[in-house]
């Protein structure tokens, strides 16, 4: 998304029923599956270590990092529960809390957390998908997440959604970042950077920066709630994957929409026995091969090692054709993100139109010079009766999702089938 369809959309968000959010996600995800099923859930090319590693400490063929998002107050009150869990079957995660989105947050639970061995991260500020609308706009929240930074004892950040820019992070007073994934075509902003290894992210001072730490298995709000997938073998398969090709297995995960037993089954909550069982495949099938740290062992890691090895990097948009960043025999410094050297990033688009798309001639228009600019168009619009669900036209990806005869009797009729429209 741009900068304007970002604010517009999360502007609307809390007006539309979080059942209508998951069910048009459902929908353009079983399309975004299959035509990036090249490149996910496993990048073939992603699995390149940096130029001069050395692996993983103590000889281990991999790495497994945990890591929580905490999105609601539902989550918030599951942490501890989740903390336990983790520690009787020998692992440890970080736990990532929104400052000002449900409520202080106790420094009893972090006391808690940090005494089992657990870390504590920064998730965003608000989690309202608004943090990187302008640089100015990142400035300014950047000033109050300093604050909590430092008075949550901790130099960890996550993003909320993903929505990252990396040249921007730099200004956080942080040591990692968890904000960007190795390849996820269904985030709002799908830019992977190509690599199941961690990176440091610098600018022109090269002792200021940070560890960037990309997500590498599917989170589990995409792969339950928006997949709807039944069993872990998509966890299992990549996990796999990435133990062979010895890089960083962290699985980024929400105890949000985790079934404690407490009565909120449902679509859009997974069973915890998914997560558990995921936990116990790993210490089983793998036991005594892995580098099990917390991301702020990871980070410091990588900022020892930063001097010894490239980290050169690449970023892969989905729809378009993959670009290496600057190679090492080049001058750009190998270990700096460069970012700014990356071409103008597609954009995707999703247009939602109570109208027959293809007599919509103001839509289309649009939509169609959006494609040849480049982006990636998505509308979701009315059926006339025989068309098909899923329709191509000229690159633009039509949605219909529900017939219309115009024989309403009045305003309230209209107004009617204009919100079944928008609950489809």
């Given at each position: 998304?741009?900068?304007?369809?970002?604010?517009?959309?999360?502007?609307?968000?809390?007006?539309?029923?979080?059942?209508?959010?998951?069910?048009?996600?459902?929908?353009?995800?079983?399309?975004?599956?299959?035509?990036?099923?090249?490149?996910?859930?496993?990048?073939?090319?992603?699995?390149?270590?940096?130029?001069?590693?050395?692996?993983?400490?103590?000889?281990?063929?991999?790495?497994?990092?945990?890591?929580?998002?905490?999105?609601?107050?539902?989550?918030?009150?599951?942490?501890?529960?989740?903390?336990?869990?983790?520690?009787?079957?020998?692992?440890?995660?970080?736990?990532?809390?929104?400052?000002?989105?449900?409520?202080?947050?106790?420094?009893?639970?972090?006391?808690?957390?940090?005494?089992?061995?657990?870390?504590?991260?920064?998730?965003?500020?608000?989690?309202?998908?608004?943090?990187?609308?302008?640089?100015?706009?990142?400035?300014?929240?950047?000033?109050?997440?300093?604050?909590?930074?430092?008075?949550?004892?901790?130099?960890?950040?996550?993003?909320?959604?993903?929505?990252?820019?990396l040249e921007w992070l730099v200004g956080l007073n942080i040591n990692y970042s968890i904000s960007t994934f190795d390849t996820d075509p269904f985030e709002p902003q799908p830019?992977?950077?190509?690599?199941?290894?961690?990176?440091?992210?610098?600018?022109?001072?090269?002792?200021?920066?940070?560890?960037?730490?990309?997500?590498?298995?599917?989170?589990?709000?995409?792969?339950?709630?928006?997949?709807?997938?039944?069993?872990?073998?998509?966890?299992?398969?990549?996990?796999?994957?990435?133990?062979?090709?010895?890089?960083?297995?962290?699985?980024?995960?929400?105890?949000?929409?985790?079934?404690?037993?407490?009565?909120?089954?449902?679509?859009?909550?997974?069973?915890?026995?998914?997560?558990?069982?995921?936990?116990?495949?790993?210490?089983?099938?793998?036991?005594?091969?892995?580098?099990?740290?917390?991301?702020?062992?990871?980070?410091?890691?990588?900022?020892?090692?930063?001097?010894?090895?490239?980290?050169?990097?690449?970023?892969?948009?989905?729809?378009?054709?993959?670009?290496?960043?600057?190679?090492?025999?080049?001058?750009?410094?190998?270990?700096?993100?460069?970012?700014?050297?990356?071409?103008?990033?597609?954009?995707?688009?999703?247009?939602?139109?109570?109208?027959?798309?293809?007599?919509?001639?103001?839509?289309?228009?649009?939509?169609?010079?959006?494609?040849?600019?480049?982006?990636?168009?998505?509308?979701?619009?009315?059926?006339?009766?025989?068309?098909?669900?899923?329709?191509?036209?000229?690159?633009?990806?039509?949605?219909?999702?529900?017939?219309?005869?115009?024989?309403?009797?009045?305003?309230?009729?209209?107004?009617?089938?204009?919100?079944?429209?928008?609950?489809?």
């Amino acid at each position: 998304m741009n900068s304007f369809t970002n604010q517009a959309f999360y502007t609307i968000k809390p007006l539309i029923p979080r059942p209508l959010q998951i069910a048009l996600r459902r929908q353009i995800a079983q399309y975004q599956r299959k035509r990036y099923a090249h490149i996910w859930p496993i990048d073939s090319n992603a699995g390149n270590p940096p130029a001069n590693w050395t692996g993983w400490p103590e000889g281990k063929e991999f790495a497994i990092v945990l890591s929580h998002d905490v999105d609601t107050r539902k989550g918030y009150d599951n942490a501890l529960k989740l903390a336990e869990l983790e520690e009787k079957l020998g692992f440890r995660s970080s736990f990532n809390f929104v400052p000002e989105r449900y409520g202080k947050v106790s420094p009893d639970l972090f006391d808690e957390l940090r005494r089992r061995g657990f870390d504590i991260a920064v998730h965003g500020l608000k989690h309202d998908g608004k943090l990187f609308l302008s640089k100015h706009t990142f400035d300014r929240h950047a000033q109050r997440i300093n604050e909590y930074l430092k008075e949550w004892n901790t130099e960890g950040f996550t993003s909320p959604s993903m929505h990252h820019n990396l040249e921007w992070l730099v200004g956080l007073n942080i040591n990692y970042s968890i904000s960007t994934f190795d390849t996820d075509p269904f985030e709002p902003q799908p830019d992977g950077v190509g690599t199941i290894f961690p990176f440091w992210v610098g600018n022109s001072s090269p002792s200021h920066g940070f560890v960037e730490m990309p997500y590498t298995l599917p989170q589990d709000s995409t792969l339950f709630i928006i997949l709807k997938e039944k069993t872990i073998d998509t966890w299992e398969r990549k996990l796999d994957w990435v133990a062979q090709h010895g890089g960083m297995a962290l699985l980024n995960t929400h105890p949000d929409y985790m079934d404690f037993g407490n009565g909120v089954s449902g679509e859009l909550f997974y069973p915890l026995e998914h997560y558990l069982r995921f936990l116990d495949y790993i210490r089983t099938r793998y036991a005594g091969k892995f580098y099990h740290a917390l991301p702020s062992a990871v980070a410091d890691l990588i900022k020892d090692k930063r001097g010894r090895f490239n980290l050169s990097k690449k970023r892969i948009i989905p729809g378009e054709s993959r670009e290496e960043y600057k190679q090492p025999d080049q001058k750009i410094p190998a270990s700096t993100f460069q970012a700014s050297k990356h071409p103008r990033r597609a954009l995707r688009v999703a247009m939602l139109t109570y109208s027959f798309y293809e007599s919509d001639n103001r839509v289309r228009r649009y939509a169609e010079t959006l494609v040849r600019r480049g982006d990636s168009v998505d509308v979701i619009s009315l059926r006339r009766e025989g068309q098909t669900d899923y329709h191509e036209l000229n690159g633009v990806r039509v949605f219909r999702v529900q017939d219309r005869v115009r024989d309403e009797k009045g305003k309230w009729d209209y107004l009617s089938r204009i919100l079944k429209f928008f609950c489809e």
